[in-house]
């Protein structure tokens, strides 16, 4: 009898002093468990109730069933008290939340190096005179091949590995050079264009091939256009890309139908003097393929070939990024790896 009254009130005991030191509701679930659980120090006591007497079960059983239940009020009561100082809490933390404060380490965000180095190249031919324009990536295979001097079955479309729509005699551009056709279509003479985007081609990827890439077109047309303008023109962009007061050109013929002549040109290494691994130890990179345009392209776009004359390029607006930035992964542009775009 002693022995049960003393229990008792040591659990009792235990039981209030475990509500007190919960300090969330996380550990007073805990304390629920150990004391009103199935298993629990109250349950526990309710058992030992068969063994005694039966007088003694009468008045220790109601007792401790009036205890029990008094327990599970007060703990309900704690653990409302508890939940509300932590909503309390949530709310106070929220109100404390500082929209202009700094944090030392965030990282801005820039452009995408490839609109970074359009912008740069823009702002080249911008300074030149240039105009800045656009065409169409899905084209009809007239601006892409038949108006560029590259007639249906003739070999030359298979220079291009070209992705074909499900719409007939639509393709993804191959390159640039569509744009010439659309300018000349629709503006006045004379003109000076160029137009940087993005071309395909049906090709397997790997770290200097990919299936989209960019080139940047370039179209001047006027009277009397000749080979030197358009020498000039590429020594002073690669010049001013570069940023070198001289840079060597060198000129190799090229064949592309839509220019005649064709040409090569290519840019001494502005890396190095001697030879090193971006120049193949050459000292020569090949990075401006041009010519005087075709008169088939001027007379498609009913030009007069006898009045009119241009010159037109179309680099490799990807390439020339690689280069300048000594990137050795075509596929890192679109990787979307923070670590590559960080460095620009
Ligand atoms: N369009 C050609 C290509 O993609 C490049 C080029 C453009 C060559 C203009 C000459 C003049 O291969």
Redesign the pocket.
């Given at each position: 009898m002693e022995n049960l009254d003393q229990k008792l009130r040591s659990v009792q005991q235990e039981f209030e002093q475990a509500l007190g030191s919960a300090s969330s509701s996380k550990s007073l679930e805990q304390v629920r468990l150990q004391f009103l659980g199935k298993k629990g120090e109250f349950t526990q006591l309710l058992a030992t109730l068969k063994d005694l007497p039966i007088e003694q079960k009468r008045a220790f059983g109601s007792q401790l069933n009036q205890l029990k239940q008094d327990a599970q009020e007060r703990f309900e009561q704690v653990k409302d008290e508890l939940i509300a100082r932590e909503v309390d809490a949530a709310n106070a933390k929220q109100q404390n939340f500082d929209v202009t404060a700094y944090k030392p380490h965030a990282y801005p965000g820039h452009l995408h190096p490839y609109s970074q180095f359009v912008h740069e190249i823009e702002d080249i031919f911008l300074s030149m005179g240039y105009e800045i324009c656009q065409g169409p990536e899905v084209d009809s295979e007239f601006y892409n091949f038949s108006a560029l001097n590259i007639p249906q079955d003739h070999p030359a479309r298979d220079?291009?590995d070209t992705f074909w729509t499900t719409r007939p005699d639509y393709l993804l551009r191959?390159?640039?050079?569509t744009v010439?056709i659309h300018s000349l279509q629709s503006k006045e003479l004379p003109l000076a264009i160029v137009a940087p985007g993005r071309?395909y081609r049906y090709e397997a990827v790997d770290a200097s091939h990919d299936f989209m890439f960019m080139?940047c077109?370039g179209l001047l047309v006027d009277k009397k256009v000749n080979v030197s303008h358009l020498f000039g023109t590429a020594q002073t962009f690669l010049k001013t890309l570069f940023g070198k007061d001289e840079l060597d050109i060198r000129i190799r013929p090229?064949f592309?139908p839509?220019?005649e002549p064709?040409f090569e040109i290519d840019m001494r290494c502005p890396f190095c003097s001697k030879g090193c691994g971006v120049c193949k130890h050459t000292t020569w990179i090949e990075v401006f393929?041009?010519?005087l345009v075709h008169p088939n392209v001027l007379r498609a776009c009913n030009i007069d070939p006898e009045e009119y004359s241009g010159f037109?390029?179309?680099f490799g607006l990807t390439r020339l990024a690689m280069l300048k930035y000594g990137i050795d992964d075509i596929r890192l542009f679109h990787s979307g790896r923070v670590a590559f775009l960080k460095q620009f």
């Open positions: 220079m291009y191959t390159h640039t050079s010439q071309t080139q077109e090229g592309f839509f220019v064709g393929p041009g010519g037109a390029f179309g």
